[in-house]
């Protein structure tokens, strides 16, 4: 097995070989028992049949567990004594999958029963991708789209494609993208093996950015499948996206991204992209939500993060299989992509 290319978290324990066409689903769950029915009961309806359901819980205190042992006794539940964040909890549904296909979902969600079908004929349709996003719609609004996949611009923001947009028809298009968010996508084990699992030390936020960004260096491509569709609360277990919690993990996770994944000669040429986008969301952090101490301690974790993100960075580019033109082709076709949605959701207002 390959190691992991400048994880701490290695494939240890990750099985290379998993069952032919068998889809394990993982879901992080940290006192999310008010929607696990949902979730779960439009799983079990799913047109394909061949797979697994695994609900890693993050020590929840809100009888969670009791419910799946008494609802849900076909649902595997590995548990956590403490809140580890999202990263953690994932990789151990990862390593405890058995699916050649493995997808990751949020509590927060329901599938349309289509969902994974559609995900892996995507898959057995582009052997070339080592994920596969879907059409996120709004829980409350089929209408309003929730994102289309993860976009992220030279300056080291990120943002989700077509988030807020009226679902107009734009986005029911085959496209590839930049990485799928962590929400709702599916990814290969092979993938998992040659790159290694989500990076721990994010904790929660970017770590799917993070995971698109390295697998696009390592030849991987993405691929958003709109056929697939997932209704999404959003912003259901850790709040708002201004809360003191979001706002430091984001500071942190922003500067450990642009660390681990911008190869030199592109951190040049980004880096006023860098200092504009980065001072723009402190300052929109500062009028939105007053979070300023929050931001310092993000980028202050950051900092004591630096050595080893500088490692993670060395191994990252090591493995590198694309030239530097096809990093930089990517990043800016995604900022495009944010900037477009922007524009049209400013329209549309």
């Known amino acids: 097995m390959q190691a992991c290319p400048g994880e701490d978290t290695k494939a240890s324990g990750l099985a290379v070989e998993g069952r032919t066409d068998f889809v394990s689903i993982v879901i992080p769950n940290w006192n999310g028992k008010h929607f696990l029915k949902d979730c779960l009961d439009s799983l079990l309806t799913q047109t ?6 695994i609900v890693v819980d993050n020590g929840s205190k809100d009888g969670s567990v ?11 539940v ?9 990263s953690v909890a994932v990789n151990r549904g990862i390593r405890e999958s058995q699916g050649e296909y493995i997808a990751l979902i949020n509590n927060d969600t329901v599938v349309d029963s289509r969902w994974v079908e559609e995900l892996v004929k995507a898959m057995k349709t582009h052997p070339e991708v080592g994920s596969v996003g879907c059409k996120m719609l709004a829980y409350d609004d089929h209408t309003l789209l929730d994102g289309v996949g993860d976009g992220y611009r030279r300056g080291g923001l990120p943002g989700r494609i077509g988030h807020r947009e009226k679902d107009t028809g734009l986005f029911d298009t085959e496209r590839y993208i930049l990485g799928a968010c962590g929400g709702a996508a599916m990814y290969r ?22 995971m698109g960004l390295r697998a696009q260096s390592a030849g991987y491509k993405c691929l958003y499948v709109p056929t697939a ?9 850790t709040g708002s996206g201004y809360s003191p919690l979001v706002v430091r993990l ?5 500067f450990n991204t642009i660390i681990k994944n911008i190869p030199g000669p592109l951190l040049v040429r980004f880096l006023r992209h860098i200092i504009f986008w980065q001072a723009y969301y402190l300052a929109v952090v500062c009028v939105r939500g007053g979070q300023v ?11 004591l993060l630096l050595p080893k993100m500088l490692e993670k960075r060395k191994a990252i580019n090591k493995a590198r299989r694309v030239p530097l033109s ?3 082709d990517i990043i800016v076709e995604s900022e495009r992509d944010l900037e477009a949605a922007r524009a049209r959701l400013h329209k549309q207002a």
């Open 189 to 210: 084990r092979s993938l998992f093996v040659d790159i290694g699992l989500f990076d721990e030390d994010y904790f929660a936020y970017l770590e799917d950015v993070d």
């Open 326 to 328: 096809y990093l930089e």
């Open 48 to 53: 394909y049949k061949d797979l697994e359901i």
């Open 229 to 237: 569709k997932i209704y999404h609360l959003g912003c259901g277990t």
């Open 66 to 76: 009791e419910f799946l042992a008494e609802s849900y006794p076909q649902v595997r």
């Open 78 to 86: 590995p548990r956590f004594e403490k809140n580890t964040g999202f």
């Open 293 to 303: 101490p929050a931001w310092f301690e993000g980028f202050g974790r950051a900092v």
């Open 250 to 254: 984001s500071s942190q996770n922003n």
